[in-house]
């Protein structure tokens, strides 16, 4: 990167509080515990040291699985390698000036996600592609199941979203938690690509050739950022029989974007030119039209943040879309879990039951 973003706001000291509490529902739905959270962000000095504090919680929760793993005990094992994975994942979620550890982390949250699927599921498969990487869990059961894309944003990653996915499995969907270009275990090596359907046709493709998954039945699931990645599949992808759209964007502005999500953009695109043009291409008032499939738009009516348009006009214009709003849910409605999360997997699997 030859200009890197100017991360000077981030000593601003109103900055901190809130941040940890802006983050603190995103933490709890993705499955850390709020006691621990609040014992980790309460000794932060500023937030500049969030990514350490983060990445040495998770180092304790690795020590803890190793130990019982050593022990024998394969379900604490699983569960601590888990939370270990959240919590190095975690730790980018502010766009870090040490490049070098941010992504060491996002490798760290890699592999500890492997280690827990290694003894929570080890029938989970590893998948990689040239654009993406990511875990294929199948339901209980055996046969050929229905199988669902769960799609990050801008800089969540698959090690985030474990409770959407526990749902669609327990609903008897397969699901394929991914990472894609700028993503995850992909942000050190490539920059977020607007035309992610390619990403995830190269996804169905290789879905298609695993045992147990029925690619004539796709749904995706994208979350904040990865909404909008989602609807553009659902437009150009035939393949896909159904999407749902969570806290997503249907257009940026990019003078209104906060800092945060300017330098974020900035760094994980390799320059403001790049994340400029980036953010240009983040409009979907073309494009609903063409979302012709069923389509499901989840929204918080408590999210607001400044330069991004909520996807609700999407639910106005794509013409099978059905709104479902959750009037105290927040960015991502971690905060409101139970008050969408069922509905959403439910209405996903009812869509692609049956065959075509």
């Known amino acids: 990167m030859t200009n890197p973003p100017d991360l000077s706001f981030l000593d601003h000291p109103d900055l901190l509080p809130a941040f ?3 983050n603190r529902p ?7 515990d709020p006691h621990e ?3 980790v962000t309460a000794a932060l000095p500023s937030l500049t040291a969030w990514p350490q504090a983060c990445r040495a919680a998770g180092r304790r929760h690795l020590a803890t699985a190793d130990r019982a793993a050593a022990q024998g005990h394969h379900r604490t094992a699983g569960e601590a390698y888990r939370t270990a994975a959240r919590w190095f994942h975690f730790a980018g979620l502010l766009p870090d000036p040490d490049r070098e550890a941010a992504a060491l982390a996002a490798t760290e949250a890699d592999r500890a996600m492997g280690r827990a699927l290694a003894h929570l599921d080890p029938t989970a498969e590893r998948i990689e592609g040239a654009s993406f990487a990511g875990w294929l869990r199948r339901p209980a059961g055996g046969g050929r199941s229905p199988v669902v894309v769960v799609v990050p944003g801008m800089d969540s990653g698959k090690e985030e979203f474990h409770a959407v996915a526990e749902a669609l499995l327990a609903r008897g969907a397969a699901v394929f938690a991914m990472d894609g270009p700028g993503q995850g275990v992909l942000a050190a090596t490539s920059a977020p690509d607007p035309d992610y359907h390619h990403v995830v046709g190269r996804v169905i493709d290789a879905l298609a050739a695993r045992d147990g998954v029925d690619a004539g039945r796709v749904g995706v699931i994208g979350l904040s950022l990865g909404g909008y990645y989602a609807a553009v599949t659902a437009a150009h992808e035939p393949r896909v029989r159904a999407t749902a759209v969570v806290s997503g964007p249907y257009r940026l502005d990019w003078d209104a974007l906060v800092p945060f999500v300017t330098a974020t953009l900035t760094q994980r695109c390799g320059s403001p030119e790049a994340a400029r043009a980036f953010a240009r291409r983040v409009d979907l008032s073309a494009l609903a039209p063409a979302v012709t499939g069923p389509l499901l738009v989840v929204e918080g009516g408590e999210d607001r943040i400044p330069g991004v348009t909520n996807a609700e006009p999407l639910a106005r214009h794509a013409p ?28 996903l699997t009812t869509h692609l039951a049956g065959g075509r």
């Open 320 to 347: 099978r879309a059905e709104l479902l709003l959750v009037p105290h849910g927040n960015h991502l409605l971690g905060n409101a879990l139970p008050d969408w999360l069922p509905a959403t997997a439910d209405w």
């Open 26 to 32: 995103r933490a709890t739905g993705a499955g850390l």
């Open 20 to 22: 940890v509490g802006e």
């Open 37 to 39: 959270y609040t014992r």
